[in-house]
């Protein structure tokens, strides 16, 4: 029998994981013991994420949940600081004094940040950013600090300005360069970037040298060469990285003339049982800065090991997509024409604040090829133009369509070729994303993917960055259609038919219960997708409360307790401010409240102050506070009208033409509480200065000399769009009218989650609202105004009616059982197709009943966000390998967890324990934690 050979790890972040998540798949360790050996406390994270720490905290970034991999025969050693190599004895050194023996090594070891020599580095408030823990001091010494100063305005620099901004302090970004992010955007780019940052409040330097971080124990400024001093009191250096090589350079492995491990094509170094991988490794001398060539090199790595016909790493596509301080930017390609017979193609809105260029090259046929680009302001087309680069596609006469606002001739589509690379974080072709979704696919349940979804879990297209997600789901779509094969438009497993088809059959018969709607429309007990459809749909029919009878178990995770639901299982309390406008003693009561139950504040960009951090069961003694002051519910957790934002128009603003803020009162006071498929959002402006941003909305006004101009389907998302003009020189009964016309429209025709941009092109654009709403072509004007009177005659406020109603209280409870006792409560007290929290031995267990009276006990907390909220999820089925399955929905990222096992139906990596549970003289009492097997 061969002896089985030791691979030892060094280094467990994005790249090394990645390592081994293709080893274990592709059968390394049938002969090979894995050894992975990471200095951080804690498992590989999205580093790449690192700012959303603050709003998701380190579990919601971890890339191993449970902390162990599957299979036996890799183990993970965290805290494990590698000392030393021994090439000649295979064996490597701990801070401990262990030695461990390898076969083979992979040095995954990263990069670490670079902090200029100026004087004052070392000061008390001065941080790099890096890892979790950075930002744990980061967060901490924020407490206590009011400006802070980040060095550098690369990516990272960016990212941590983004943090900074988050904690509250105010921002300066000081970067030596003339503009920021210098490598990967031009200048004109960089100042549009500049433009978006400093809206937001923070302060860009560039071209600014940092000669001293000054104070004498901590920071009290920083000094800039030929520049006043900046009054700071913590500063974050974000200036570059640095190969981490140290153990390399140690080892006398051949070292890059710019730092990193010398490594060949195939991520060799000098010494042949050496490997490096990721930001470490200097291939061709090079460092590589981002994931995705680290992630090319840890699979050259395992082909190399595994013997086979080992692929090599000759170069990576450098480009990037990321939104900083909410900016989409994005870069690809030749962006700096460097190519001697490059042309430019440019497009620019200052006022949108939009910058696109296209580098491009005249073929000897005539036509252009794309060698790469920019994209500031709007980078939506960034999924489809990047494959172009190096495709061989030969570009329309005119290029700049293809950077064109569509409502300027441009979006027009170019088919890829099938080795066009997709997806350049995990090296995917169009033929790769093709070859998952055919007939003779073979997959681990034995057949082809039948979704985008599908494709993404077995090719890893769109896992990454998530850039190329729209891409792949329309190349999926559209091999389904030259195939000849229906696209199933289904909304979930339990009803086949659209959204749309579901209003009308429930407006139709008058249903007003999910259990007539589902038996005579569908089938099995529905699940998360269509209970909450339904419940939408019931809300914008009936203008009943959502929490009335057995519809509360319906409702998404935020309408359910009429709060929006935060990463750490707390909620946001947000009052309704009509267009802004609050006088003295309701701000006072606000404030009252955020500080009686310590609650974090936050005054949004909708005009609103959002409180933050309010337990489940304190939310009822909020509200009335509130209430009794004269406030209502601002429905910033449900799908439906959320603020009408508003500049100060002719009553205070020299320049305004009509009264914006009297508009925008009355129009959320009309449109709040509608229901609706996505959330809504509209503005009003009091001259064409726009201060509003009124063509950001959903619906947006602006004031002219003659009245008011109406613009719809405006949003943001996955693909921002500005409104477009609907009518002009309306009067207020003509805006009126037209309003409540397109948003019923909108609220009876839109599919599932469908935003107002996206809902309008699917039904024939701008021309097609307008022949319905201002034309009335269809007749239906008259229908749609009655609706909307109902709901306006029909509305009230929720958490008023909540709190006035003992029944809907009661729901508002942290644990269903004295504590720590078994018997939780009666098994009436739990509703059907819902679950409760109880505290037993210490722990929280959420405690479910199914529609059959089936009870199920599991862990209420997440694992992966580790908040207690399973119990406040939709239960639900679904179908698999022909068997139904119940599940409950995690509120938190939407995970399905099997109700009998804990085991999770979209990653087997992810379970929850599970308990005993029974019924003993109609109390439910919860018994032993179970063992899980297998």
């Known amino acids: 029998m061969n002896q089985r050979r030791q691979l030892v790890v060094v280094g467990h972040g994005m790249v090394g994981h990645r390592f081994v998540q293709a080893a274990i798949e592709r059968g390394l360790t049938e002969t090979h013991d894995i050894t992975i050996l990471g200095e951080e406390p804690r498992p590989a994270y999205d580093r790449v994420a690192l700012t959303s720490f603050f709003e998701r905290g380190g579990e919601a970034l971890s890339l191993l949940p449970g902390g162990a991999y599957d299979d036996p025969r890799v183990r993970l050693r965290l805290g494990a600081e590698v000392v030393a190599i021994s090439p000649r004895q295979r064996v490597i050194t701990l801070a401990g004094g262990d030695d461990l023996h390898y076969d083979e090594l992979v040095l995954a070891t990263g990069a670490v940040p670079f902090v200029p020599p100026v004087p004052g580095k070392d000061l008390k408030n001065v941080f790099v950013y890096r890892t979790i823990e950075d930002l744990e001091a980061i967060r901490a010494a924020s407490r206590k600090a009011k400006v802070g100063a980040v060095i550098g305005g690369g990516l990272l620099g960016l990212e941590a300005a983004n943090a900074l901004h988050q904690l509250g302090l105010e921002t300066h970004v000081v970067e030596l360069a003339p503009r920021l992010m210098a490598v990967q955007i031009d200048d004109a780019a960089g100042s549009t970037l500049n433009r978006h940052i400093e809206t937001l409040g923070l302060t860009v330097h560039t071209g600014a040298l940092t000669e001293a971080v000054l104070g004498k124990d901590r920071v009290t400024g920083l000094a800039l060469k030929d520049r ?168 329309p006469d005119n290029p700049e369509e293809l950077i064109l606002p569509a409502a300027r001739g441009g979006g027009l589509e170019l088919g890829l070729p099938d080795d066009a690379q997709v997806c350049s974080c995990n090296n995917v072709t169009k033929a790769e994303i093709v070859a998952a979704v055919s007939d003779d696919a073979t997959l681990n349940d034995g057949g082809p993917c039948t979704d985008a979804g599908c494709v993404t879990a077995c090719t890893k297209a769109g896992s990454t960055c998530g850039s190329c997600k729209s891409v792949v789901k329309k190349i999926v779509e559209d091999h389904f259609a030259a195939s000849g094969k229906v696209i199933d438009r289904s909304l979930c497993e339990h009803f086949a038919m659209t959204r749309q088809e579901l209003f009308e059959v429930v407006a139709v018969h008058g249903y007003n219960r999910f259990d007539d709607i589902v038996e005579g429309h569908g089938r099995g007990r529905g699940c998360d997708i269509c209970k909450p459809a339904v419940a939408s749909i019931l809300a914008s029919l009936l203008n009943h409360h959502v929490l009335d009878g057995a519809n509360a178990t319906l409702q998404d995770t935020n309408d359910a307790y009429l709060a929006n639901l935060q990463r750490n299982g707390t909620y946001s309390v947000v009052p309704r401010i009509p267009g802004g406008e609050i006088t003295p003693d309701r701000l006072i009561v606000i404030g009252e409240v955020a500080r009686d139950y310590g609650l974090y504040t936050k005054i949004t960009g909708g005009q609103r102050i959002d409180l933050f951090g309010a337990r489940k069961d304190d939310l009822p003694a909020i509200w009335k506070r509130l209430v009794d002051a004269g406030m209502e519910s601002g429905h910033a957790y449900g799908k439906s009208l959320r603020t009408v934002k508003s500049c100060v128009g002719s009553t205070w603003c020299r320049y305004g033409v009509q009264d914006s803020v009297a508009l925008a009162i009355e129009l959320e006071l009309r449109y709040r509480g509608l229901r609706s498929p996505h959330k809504i959002k509209g503005g009003v402006s009091g001259c064409a200065r726009e201060c509003a941003e009124a063509r950001g909305k959903d619906f947006g006004v602006i004031a002219t000399e003659k009245g008011w101009n109406l613009y719809v389907g405006g949003n943001g998302g996955a693909v921002p769009a500005h409104a477009q003009l609907l009518a002009g020189d309306l009067s207020r009964e003509e805006l009126i009218r037209y309003l409540d016309r397109y948003l019923m429209y909108y609220v009876r025709t839109a599919d599932r989650l469908q935003r107002t941009a996206s809902w309008m092109d699917e039904i024939g654009g701008l021309e097609r609202v307008r022949e319905v709403v201002v034309d009335d072509r269809l007749g239906l004007g ?112 939407k995970h399905h967890f099997d109700l009998r096992t804990g085991v999770c139906l979209d990653d087997m990596s992810l379970a929850v324990p599970t308990y005993d549970v029974g019924v003993v003289d109609g109390v439910v009492v919860v018994g032993a934690r179970r063992e899980r097997i297998g």
Request: a negative charge; aromatic letters at 8%.
């Open 228 to 395: 006043n001093p900046i009054d700071v009191d913590l500063v974050v250096f974000s200036a570059g990285i640095r190969p981490r090589d140290a153990l390399g350079r140690a080892a006398d492995l051949a070292i890059a003339e710019r730092g990193g491990i010398l490594v060949d094509e195939h991520c060799r170094t000098s010494d042949e049982h050496i490997w490096a991988i990721g930001e470490c490794a200097a291939p061709g001398g090079r460092m590589y800065g981002l994931v995705a060539p680290g992630y090319a090199m840890a699979e050259v790595v395992v082909d190399a090991l595994l013997g086979g016909a080992a692929g090599s790493f000759t170069g990576a596509d450098m480009s990037t997509k990321l939104k900083l301080l909410g900016v989409d930017v994005a870069s690809f390609g030749d962006a700096f024409a460097t190519d001697e017979d490059a042309l430019e193609v440019v497009y620019a809105d200052a006022v949108a604040g939009v910058y696109k260029k296209l580098v491009v090259k005249e073929l000897t046929s005539g036509g252009y090829e794309l060698l790469g680009g920019i994209l500031v302001g709007d980078a939506s087309s960034y999924g489809v133009l990047r494959p172009l680069v190096g495709s061989g596609i030969e570009l």
């Open 782 to 893: 008259d229908e749609l105004e009655a609706a909307m009177a109902r709901h306006v005659d029909s509305y009230f406020d929720e958490w008023q009616a909540t709190i006035d109603d003992p029944v809907k209280l009661a729901r508002f409870v942290s644990f269903v059982n004295a504590p720590d006792q078994p018997e939780i409560c009666r098994i009436d007290q739990i509703a059907r197709e819902s679950g409760v929290s109880a505290l037993i031995d210490g722990e929280a267990v959420a405690v479910f009943r199914t529609n059959d009276d089936e009870l199920f006990a599991l862990s209420d907390v997440d694992p992966r966000g580790g908040a207690a909220v399973l119990s406040r999820g939709i239960v639900g089925t679904r179908t698999v390998a022909g068997e139904e399955v119940p599940f409950v929905a995690s509120p938190l990222f």
